[in-house]
């Protein structure tokens, strides 16, 4: 399949690479391209910020699967999807599009602790074929450029570093000194970017503040890093290189096929997407993590897919069969979360029902009895805090007993990323045992709650969705 893509690196973290692509998005998405929007590594801000710049090619303030855009913003993990998985998820991802831009992880060659170029941008870069585009922070340095720019472009021969954006330039001097140090390097130069903070997005403890809490704030900013980009970046010259990628063989990842090539599928499977259980997935500012695929996976299993909003919505949807609680900040919004007290109460009654309920992260927070002091939904015994220790990392874990998500023995990769503690940190069920780095029980498994810090990717295991959405049947068809 013949894909126009771009992967957007750079030499470190805090090099600009978020924000020159999605400037590049929006800048490309106004010309009227329909963009695909892709992200290097587990993170769930960053695709927030592209499906934004995306969607305004169709003049819309929405923010991808959190709000409605044109393309969701989707991961791209060799980790937690394994290697083989990465080229099919982004066919399936980009299909259609006029061209894809993937934001890479860190350092270009930075990739999973301990195992060599494992999820790494440019690990993923060679999965795709694609050709990489640097990122320089060039604000204190000039000729040295050059040499920085000739070590990435050789250190590995099967990645093409095939042009650079000088980023955070401080004056047309500093950009002639370094234009010139970088004429002989063989690597162009396709955009210089000025210094500013006017588009800066505002940041907390855990990264960047999500879309889907300033998002008036961010459409302006979106306008704005399109204009700087158009101004100071040569989008054709991007544009050709992007179509120079060789088209990428292999299968489309289809979620209709992972779920029938489970065990559940049978069960899962023999539900009609119209008459299937309701799974209210959260959502609203306080639950924005995601990954697009589960939304894919649930729907592929039978169900019907039904968001609602924690903070607002005094009630489940109508029908609702099971719940999925994914990532976000329900600590910045724990006094909301509890004066909601009918949802809370909605969520003790379902729990006590024995319908499946999968929590992750902010889910498990919420689950809580209580979270800062703040009186959360009490379906699991825990209390839970912000911390000062940040807790941040792959994880390698195994289901340790038969849960609504796994039965026991299942191997999954997941990922850990939170400044919060709960006590205790495991239930008399756990929900996972890791295994790596180190080994511990870690969160809860009762009835039909799975409840963890673990965050996993489905579409790496989409046995889970088939199993949570036969579990929705099974408790559906009890109460009937």
């Given at each position: 399949?013949?894909?126009?893509?771009?992967?957007?690196?750079?030499?470190?973290?805090?090099?600009?690479?978020?924000?020159?692509?999605?400037?590049?998005?929006?800048?490309?998405?106004?010309?009227?391209?329909?963009?695909?929007?892709?992200?290097?590594?587990?993170?769930?801000?960053?695709?927030?910020?592209?499906?934004?710049?995306?969607?305004?090619?169709?003049?819309?303030?929405?923010?991808?699967?959190?709000?409605?855009?044109?393309?969701?913003?989707?991961?791209?993990?060799?980790?937690?999807?394994?290697?083989?998985?990465?080229?099919?998820?982004?066919?399936?991802?980009?299909?259609?599009?006029?061209?894809?831009?993937?934001?890479?992880?860190?350092?270009?060659?930075?990739?999973?602790?301990?195992?060599?170029?494992?999820?790494?941008?440019?690990?993923?870069?060679?999965?795709?074929?694609?050709?990489?585009?640097?990122?320089?922070?060039?604000?204190?340095?000039?000729?040295?450029?050059?040499?920085?720019?000739?070590?990435?472009?050789?250190?590995?021969?099967?990645?093409?570093?095939?042009?650079?954006?000088?980023?955070?330039?401080?004056?047309?001097?500093?950009?002639?000194?370094?234009?010139?140090?970088?004429?002989?390097?063989?690597?162009?130069?396709?955009?210089?970017?000025?210094?500013?903070?006017?588009?800066?997005?505002?940041?907390?403890?855990?990264?960047?503040?999500?879309?889907?809490?300033?998002?008036?704030?961010?459409?302006?900013?979106?306008?704005?890093?399109?204009?700087?980009?158009?101004?100071?970046?040569?989008?054709?010259?991007?544009?050709?290189?992007?179509?120079?990628?060789?088209?990428?063989?292999?299968?489309?990842?289809?979620?209709?096929?992972?779920?029938?090539?489970?065990?559940?599928?049978?069960?899962?499977?023999?539900v009609p997407a119209v008459g299937g259980p309701v799974v209210a997935v959260a959502g609203g500012p306080a639950f924005t993590f995601s990954y697009a695929e589960h939304g894919e996976l649930l729907t592929a299993a039978g169900a019907r897919v039904v968001p609602f909003d924690p903070l607002r919505d005094e009630r489940?949807?109508?029908?609702?069969?099971?719940?999925?609680?994914?990532?976000?900040?329900?600590?910045?919004?724990?006094?909301?979360?509890?004066?909601?007290?009918?949802?809370?109460?909605?969520?003790?009654?379902?729990?006590?029902?024995?319908?499946?309920?999968?929590?992750?992260?902010?889910?498990?927070?919420?689950?809580?009895?209580?979270?800062?002091?703040?009186?959360?939904?009490?379906?699991?015994?825990?209390?839970?805090?912000?911390?000062?220790?940040?807790?941040?990392?792959?994880?390698?874990?195994?289901?340790?007993?038969?849960?609504?998500?796994?039965?026991?023995?299942?191997?999954?990769?997941?990922?850990?990323?939170?400044?919060?503690?709960?006590?205790?940190?495991?239930?008399?069920?756990?929900?996972?045992?890791?295994?790596?780095?180190?080994?511990?029980?870690?969160?809860?498994?009762?009835?039909?709650?799975?409840?963890?810090?673990?965050?996993v990717h489905w579409a790496a295991v989409p046995s889970v969705a088939a199993r949570f959405v036969a579990g929705c049947v099974s408790c559906a068809s009890r109460a009937g």
């Amino acid at each position: 399949m013949n894909v126009p893509r771009l992967v957007i690196a750079a030499p470190s973290s805090g090099s600009g690479k978020t924000t020159v692509t999605a400037g590049l998005m929006a800048a490309f998405a106004e010309r009227g391209l329909d963009v695909s929007p892709h992200k290097v590594g587990p993170d769930y801000i960053d695709p927030g910020y592209h499906a934004l710049a995306v969607s305004r090619s169709a003049g819309s303030p929405g923010v991808g699967s959190a709000g409605g855009g044109s393309r969701p913003g989707r991961n791209l993990d060799a980790y937690l999807c394994s290697p083989d998985r990465i080229a099919p998820l982004f066919l399936h991802g980009s299909a259609g599009c006029d061209l894809a831009l993937v934001e890479g992880v860190m350092g270009l060659f930075d990739g999973a602790a301990g195992q060599g170029e494992l999820a790494s941008t440019a690990h993923v870069a060679k999965l795709l074929r694609a050709p990489v585009v640097l990122v320089v922070d060039a604000s204190s340095q000039s000729r040295s450029v050059a040499a920085l720019v000739h070590g990435f472009a050789s250190w590995d021969p099967e990645v093409r570093v095939a042009g650079v954006i000088l980023n955070k330039v401080g004056s047309d001097r500093h950009e002639v000194m370094l234009r010139e140090a970088l004429e002989g390097s063989g690597v162009p130069v396709f955009g210089v970017l000025r210094r500013t903070d006017a588009v800066r997005a505002p940041s907390r403890h855990l990264g960047l503040v999500p879309v889907a809490e300033r998002r008036a704030e961010a459409v302006g900013s979106a306008a704005a890093l399109a204009a700087r980009v158009r101004e100071g970046c040569d989008l054709d010259g991007l544009l050709a290189l992007a179509r120079s990628a060789p088209p990428l063989s292999g299968p489309v990842w289809d979620p209709v096929a992972e779920i029938r090539a489970t065990a559940a599928a049978p069960v899962a499977g023999a539900v009609p997407a119209v008459g299937g259980p309701v799974v209210a997935v959260a959502g609203g500012p306080a639950f924005t993590f995601s990954y697009a695929e589960h939304g894919e996976l649930l729907t592929a299993a039978g169900a019907r897919v039904v968001p609602f909003d924690p903070l607002r919505d005094e009630r489940l949807p109508e029908g609702t069969a099971g719940v999925v609680i994914g990532g976000g900040f329900p600590e910045v919004y724990a006094p909301e979360l509890s004066a909601n007290e009918p949802l809370r109460a909605e969520m003790v009654r379902l729990a006590a029902s024995g319908a499946p309920i999968a929590a992750e992260c902010a889910g498990l927070l919420y689950l809580a009895r209580s979270l800062d002091g703040q009186p959360m939904c009490g379906v699991l015994e825990g209390e839970a805090r912000m911390s000062d220790r940040l807790t941040l990392g792959y994880r390698e874990a195994v289901a340790v007993s038969d849960t609504a998500l796994a039965v026991a023995g299942t191997r999954v990769r997941g990922h850990e990323f939170h400044r919060t503690a709960i006590i205790p940190g495991a239930g008399p069920d756990p929900a996972w045992g890791i295994v790596h780095p180190e080994r511990r029980i870690e969160g809860f498994a009762q009835g039909g709650v799975h409840a963890s810090y673990l965050h996993v990717h489905w579409a790496a295991v989409p046995s889970v969705a088939a199993r949570f959405v036969a579990g929705c049947v099974s408790c559906a068809s009890r109460a009937g």
